[in-house]
């Protein structure tokens, strides 16, 4: 047996001793994930209400690393921000690139580096959003950490959720991806201006996220030539 073999045989048995591990916990690990998933419901209820009685019109919006949702957001308040009142919360695990970004076009904007956490949860929003004077805005948007699997976890308590993924990850990120698609309103496929040079199937795109959840609108967007911006401003009712 050669050297990389037997490698791969010691690896293939230490991952098969932690699966094993994990057995022997496996219920109490999935009760103490239920128990999180629940506070978490409760405090982004109030999170939602706290919205609610302000007439906040308040969005959270997910998407895959890189898929445009800072560069939608750039273009979305560069529009709205001469008539509405706008707070952004950018979530991102160490860096306040996103928020300097979006600050550039007169909104107030709030950064919350996560560490190791792949997801914002309702705790993070509500943290913020009690040292605030709610009566100061009328949008919040919500940019969570970017990546598809970890913010199915953890609602934020918005009016709308927003799923962005891009032509660049190609047709096969929403079938893949299904549970974020089930828990959004609205998906988008941004970047659709680099479709022909790279040959992606969007109609299969749209068709994926329609058959996982055929409530959802989706919508195609290029956040480089604003394409279909407006469209998507009037999905959010903005
Ligand atoms: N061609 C093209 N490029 C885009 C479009 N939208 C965003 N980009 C580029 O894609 C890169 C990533 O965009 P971001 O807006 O930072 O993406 P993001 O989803 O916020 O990324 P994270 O916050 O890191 O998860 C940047 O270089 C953008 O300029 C688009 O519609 N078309
Ligand atoms: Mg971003």
Redesign the pocket.
Known sequence: MSDKEDKTIIRIKEIESINLARDDIRDEVIETKKAVERDNDLLANKVHQSFIDNNIKSFDIV????????????KITEKLSSQYRILVI?G?ITTR??AD?IEKHNAETIQINTGRECALNAYHIHKIIKNKDLKNYDVVFI?N???LICPSDFILGTDKRLI?V?T?EGEWVVEKHPMLFKMSDIAVI?????KERLGTDVDKMISDAKKINPKIEVIT?????GENIEKLMNLMGL
């Open positions: 998407g895959a690393i890189g898929a445009g949702k800072t560069a939608l957001l750039e950018c991102d690139v996103d970004r940019e950490v970017g990546n962005v891009s660049t941004n970047k659709f201006d680099l967007t290029s956040a480089k030539t």
